[in-house]
């Protein structure tokens, strides 16, 4: 049997970005988009441009810059959405306009108050008005599993018959469990006309913990594209998780008869890279790009693993881009084989930041001496991550210790101006938080702490990632430093400098 190809939507910078506390500049999410595509993904899904005007700039950014893979936009079905949409994706190398309407009653009754032949009416609308602006239309039929089979179907044929390309099957409130949705998409491809001329895709969240399964089991039934995100982040429990998708697919290719155009290599800068510039941590044992994904403990297991790696060993990392950690770099190591080793580990940065990336380097090298692969990933990271500077560390000093209050003093530059302030808390980072708040004049509710040392060592870098809420929306932070006192710092700040980007 001819193997059949699985298209990769990936909605990252969409559904991802919608998960509580992330909010990704537009030349961030441009650095995503650039790794999805040397990842290959057949589609981006850049943002819903009405939403904001940040997410309208995002999509054009991305439209403007990505020139192999198809850009996609969110709109309602309503003209507005979809003009805006059309607009913002235009110049994009291949524009998909993603419209949807709720097909549940549940949904329809109380939260859009229509009746199921409005709705009808307005997916024909939103597929004609998308006509205007591309070939490429997407339409979902929102909450799919918790809807009237027959209704369904009637919409999506509606979809069809008006020029939808790709009929997206979402399970909205990730309710579905697998052989009920299988048994969706089976019906679907049996039902309605005109389903074999378009792509059938779906859209599974994670609340039951089933969003890849049921995709896979999708896949069984005629689906031949699958909507996820990197690291399974999302609304809520999240998307399924692009990674795990992926390498299913390509571990038990023949099994499934399905493959993707997917570079399996990139998958683990990928997930690190939206890692670190969402703040969404992976936790260690997450499938595939968790760091304990590949690591044997058991006494029998290792014992079989120095004997044949497959014993234990069913991907072999290297094939997802895991390599491990060699110390490479030092404080004599110049430009250019500073930028020798980031291009031999697939890191790329335009001119002013490898510049700035390589100081950086100096000044780590100076204090720590050797410099290895997951530190200068971690410099890196940091520099793509990019907002807007409101506020701007210019010094801090923090006193603490056995039986001292800890005090801190915090200096920044705030529109050219520098201010100053000074306050005592329970521990330095307690105290180091207030004086920032005093300076900022901002107040926030800490409710996350996390830090982490990006490599082995005394010496080794701090990362810290916090989350802060703020007029009810939550706000990550991150940075990285020796100091961990400084990390913290550069976190907070961090979330500063993003609650009044989004204010
Ligand atoms: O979960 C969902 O239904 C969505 C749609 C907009 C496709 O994200
Ligand atoms: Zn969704």
């Known amino acids: 049997m001819m193997s059949r190809k699985i298209y990769i939507f990936d909605t990252t910078l969409r559904d991802g970005e919608q998960a509580p ?8 999410k441009l650095e995503i988009a650039h790794q999805l595509e040397n990842l290959n993904v057949d589609i981006i899904e850049a943002g819903f441009p009405i939403s904001s005007a940040s997410d309208f700039e995002s999509v054009k950014e991305v439209s403007a810059n990505v020139k192999s893979r198809g850009v996609a936009a969110l709109a309602r079905a309503v003209e507005k959405d979809i003009d805006v949409a059309g607009e913002a994706l235009r110049g994009a190398f291949q524009p998909v306009i993603h ?14 108050k229509k009746t199921r032949d409005q709705a009808l009416e307005m997916a024909a609308k939103a597929v004609n008005r998308a006509k205007k602006y591309t070939d490429i239309i997407e339409f ?29 099957v979402p399970d ?24 074999e001329d378009v792509i059938i ?21 005629g689906a031949s594209q699958i909507e996820c995100a990197v690291n399974g982040i999302g609304e809520r429990a999240g998307n399924a998780s692009l990674e795990e998708i992926v390498m299913i697919i390509d571990t038990r290719k023949k099994e499934l008869g399905v493959y993707t155009d997917i570079k399996t290599e990139e998958i683990m800068r990928t ?81 002013d930041d490898l510049e700035k990336a390589f100081d950086r380097f100096k000044a780590l090298a100076d204090k720590k001496g050797q410099i290895n692969d997951k530190d200068l990933k971690a410099i890196v990271e940091d520099e793509i991550r990019e907002v807007a500077e409101h506020f701007k ?31 005592c808390g329970d521990g330095p980072v307690d105290a180091s938080f207030k004086a920032i708040d005093a300076v900022t004049g901002l107040h926030t509710q800490l409710v996350e702490y996390n830090i ?19 007029d009810g929306k939550e706000v990550m932070g991150s940075g990285i430093s020796t100091d961990i006192i400084e990390a913290s710092i550069k976190a907070y700040v961090d979330a500063m400098n993003r609650i009044m980007e989004n204010s």
């Not at 309407?101 to 109380?110: A, F, P, T």
């Not at 949705?181 to 491809?189: D, H, P, R």
């Not at 895709?201 to 039934?221: E, R, T, Y």
């Open 452 to 470: 982490e040392a990006v490599s082995e060592g005394k010496d080794a870098i701090g990362s810290v990632r916090i989350m802060v809420i703020s």
């Open 140 to 168: 979902s039929a929102m909450d799919a599993t918790r809807s009237d089979r027959e209704f369904l179907c009637r919409l999506l044929q509606t979809a069809i018959e008006h020029g939808a390309k790709i009929i997206n």
């Open 99 to 112: 419209t949807f309407i709720s097909s549940s009653d549940i949904h329809l009754k109380h939260q859009f």
């Open 21 to 28: 506390g992330i909010h990704l500049s537009v030349k961030e």
């Open 201 to 221: 895709s779906v859209h599974c969240h994670d609340d039951l913990g089933l969003a890849v399964a049921n995709s896979i089991m999708a896949v069984q039934k």
């Open 172 to 195: 909205t409130v990730g309710y579905a469990i697998p052989g009920e949705f299988s048994s969706l998409v089976e019906y679907i491809a049996q039902n309605v006309k005109g389903i």
């Open 393 to 423: 560390l210019d010094f801090y000093q923090v006193v603490s210790g056995t039986n001292v209050k800890a005090t801190a003093t915090i200096g920044m530059e705030i529109e050219g101006k520098m201010r100053q302030s000074a306050a």
């Open 271 to 351: 997930s690190s890279l939206v890692r670190y510039l969402t703040g969404y941590l992976v936790p260690p044992n997450k499938a595939i790009v968790g760091k304990n994904a590949f690591i044997h403990e058991a006494g029998i297991h290792q014992d079989g693993m120095l004997k044949e790696r497959s014993t234990y060993e069913i991907i072999k990392p290297e094939h997802i881009g895991v390599h491990s950690s060699k110390l490479v770099l030092g404080k004599h190591s110049g430009r250019h084989a500073f930028a020798k080793r980031l291009e031999e580990l697939g890191l790329k940065l335009q001119k």
